[in-house]
């Protein structure tokens, strides 16, 4: 009987994940850093991850912290960021960096545990120059979470997907993002002009040098929202400020969803300034006021009782001050962002 050999084992492919940087611009972070860092070097990735962080000059221990979690751990790298302004930030940690991939998470940023193997797959199967996905809101106090339900409809942002969730796909700008080094190069990385806004400004860069955004739902990071109509009011103010400057240094950036905010400011001014002569210019500011009321019922189910009282304070907070913002953006900022610009070409 004729004797055959042994067949050669199957050969198994073993899946070899890219490198990653990690770059994070940290500012008075000492409560959540040590956290924050905890889950970036945590994530169910079988490649190699590096963290940067950039270090602002901070009123607390984040400082500290950071040198004590590069002490621990060879992975972390501290930079020093002396403006103390993200942009620069995230420029300083990309120049220390060592990877072709970069994902820039914040140093509060929670992260599920498979986010950068999202992320990577996402960019093999996209060919994208960038991916991210949801800026998730979550509130613990009764005000934290009626901005956290504002964030997430489209009464209070509009229809952008990474507030409001939606189907995979191409995008304009993502929440975060994790980027091919490639592409940063190729635009020059982060404007640093810009004090906000830098993300969706760089995103534009991105796209019209040929690159593509795209946005994947399954990438959902926790985002912890201001904490009292101040700090929500100076926040929404400075979005709006800055997204005028984009709009003015870019040509063809803007639309009807970011137009709707200074359109309303403009028309409830008008419609007070007239009302002493023509009552019925009450109507242009009680008719948003119903409108709010109707859509923080809408809006609003399943929220606790103290909570939903809040939702219309909350939207109101938010449609004005971006729209005022947007309103009395100094023309000179754009001036400087097409220098900026001018000097990166």
């Known amino acids: 009987m004729k004797e055959f050999p042994d067949s ?3 050969v198994q492919t073993i899946r070899v994940w890219p490198p990653i940087s990690v770059v994070m611009p940290v500012l008075n972070e000492e409560r959540h850093l040590r956290e924050a860092v905890r889950q970036v070097l945590a994530q169910r990735y079988d490649g190699p991850i590096e963290v940067v962080l950039a270090i602002g000059p901070s009123h ?16 972390v790298t501290v930079v020093p960021n002396p403006t103390g302004r993200t942009p620069n930030a995230l ?8 990877n072709g991939i970069i994902a ?25 120059d960038n991916v991210g996905g949801i800026m998730a809101a979550e509130g613990v ?15 209070g942002v509009g229809n952008a997907r990474f507030h409001t969730g939606g189907e995979a796909g191409p995008a304009d700008t993502v929440y975060l993002g994790v980027f091919r080094r490639e592409a940063l190069a190729r635009v020059g990385g982060y404007d640093e002009h810009f004090q906000r806004a830098q993300d969706w400004e760089m995103n534009h860069r991105i796209r019209e040098t040929g690159g593509l955004v795209w946005f994947q739902p399954r990438m959902r990071v926790s985002y912890r929202p201001r904490p009292n109509v101040k700090a929500l009011a100076k ?14 240094t870019h040509e063809g950036t803007i639309n009807l969803r970011y137009l709707a905010p200074p359109l309303a ?11 002493p002569f023509f009552w019925p210019g009450l109507l242009i500011p009680g008719g948003y006021a119903a409108a709010i009321l109707l859509g923080s019922v809408l809006t609003g189910r399943g929220l606790p009782g103290a909570a939903l009282a809040r939702l219309p304070l909350v939207y109101a907070t938010m449609h004005l001050s971006w729209g005022w913002g947007f309103l009395t953006s100094p023309p000179g900022l754009a001036r400087e962002a097409g220098k900026s610009l001018a000097q990166k070409v």
């Open 141 to 155: 106090t009764p005000f934290e979470q009626a901005v956290a339900c504002a964030m997430t409809s489209k009464i």
């Open 104 to 128: 820039r998470v914040d140093g509060h940023a929670m992260l599920p545990e498979d986010y950068l193997q999202v992320a990577v797959e996402t960019l093999e199967t996209t060919g994208a």
């Open 60 to 75: 607390d221990r984040t400082q500290e912290v950071a040198e004590a979690l590069a002490a621990e751990d060879p992975r």
């Open 91 to 98: 420029n300083a940690a990309i120049g220390v960096s060592r």
């Open 265 to 275: 400011v403009v028309a409830m001014l008008l419609g007070l300034v007239v009302s």
């Open 8 to 10: 050669p084992p199957a």
């Open 235 to 248: 926040q929404y103010f400075h979005y709006g400020r800055w997204r005028r400057v984009v709009s003015r």
